[in-house]
């Protein structure tokens, strides 16, 4: 079975702190990844995608790709009370078939 | 530049009846694809076409589910008869083919009594 996973959390960091989230994944034909951003009773949002091994930045958000391990990260700095949210990590072996994660539930305290 | 427009936003019907869920991909894209969400089992893909063709409908739950895509604009889920554990949020959510990237609509929220 194909599977994206991640924690469900929910993974607690204050104001200003790095918020790290991760997910692993089970088919190694997967060649991209997507995060997407979900607020309570919000349709999903894509803040993320990446293709190549190594880190891709885009502000605050950075996400990580490491292929030998089936591992995507997503990092989120300076963390604010608006990144609190569900985040599901997505992934596709080559737009044929899609998994997404279960989400983890992330709270930003002030 | 308009989202993915669905509709209706709110359902509420018996069990027993047809309902139709429609959807207005973004201009120019060329997946489409149609999602339930539960609270038990989180996001699940039912099904996607690409170029208007379903390319993967193994997620669809069973017989009593069917989508069509009659052209890029248009597409439509139905569910006929409808039961209570059909009770969701549908999504709708468009994209390239060529990048993979999905945008999400604002969903349907269907109640089945």
């Known amino acids: 079975q194909k599977e994206v996973e991640q924690n469900s959390g929910p993974l607690s960091v204050p104001e200003g702190a790095i918020a790290s989230l991760n997910c692993t994944y089970s088919?190694?034909?997967?060649?991209?990844f997507f995060w997407y951003r979900q607020y309570s009773g919000k349709s999903p949002e894509l803040i993320m995608f990446?293709?190549?091994?190594g880190d891709k930045e885009d502000g605050r958000f950075t996400a990580q790709l490491n292929k030998a391990s089936q591992y995507v990260s997503l990092l989120i700095r300076d963390s604010q009370p608006s990144d609190s949210a569900t985040y599901l990590c997505?992934?596709?072996?080559?737009?044929?078939?899609?998994?997404f994660g279960t989400g983890t539930s992330l709270t930003v305290i002030p | 530049d308009a989202g993915v427009i669905q509709s209706p936003r709110h359902e509420v019907t018996e069990m027993g009846q047809e309902v139709t869920l429609r959807c207005k991909p973004i201009?120019?894209?060329?997946?489409l694809f149609w999602y339930r969400q539960t609270m038990m089992r989180g996001l699940e893909l039912l099904i996607y076409?690409?170029?208007?063709?379903?390319?993967?409908d193994s997620g669809m739950p069973e017989d009593r589910f069917s989508a069509k895509m009659p052209n890029a604009s248009f597409s439509t889920l139905k569910i006929q008869p409808s039961e209570p554990r059909d009770s969701a949020v549908y999504f709708c959510?468009?994209?390239?083919?060529?990048?993979?990237?999905?945008?999400f609509g604002p969903g349907t929220r269907l109640t089945v009594t």
């Open positions: 997505a992934g596709t072996n080559t737009g044929n078939q899609f998994y």
């Open positions: 959510a468009s994209g390239n083919a060529a990048q993979y990237e999905q945008y």
């Open positions: 076409f690409n170029n208007n063709v379903p390319i993967d």
């Open positions: 088919d190694r034909g997967s060649q991209s």
């Open positions: 990446i293709y190549s091994n």
């Open positions: 201009s120019g894209h060329n997946s």
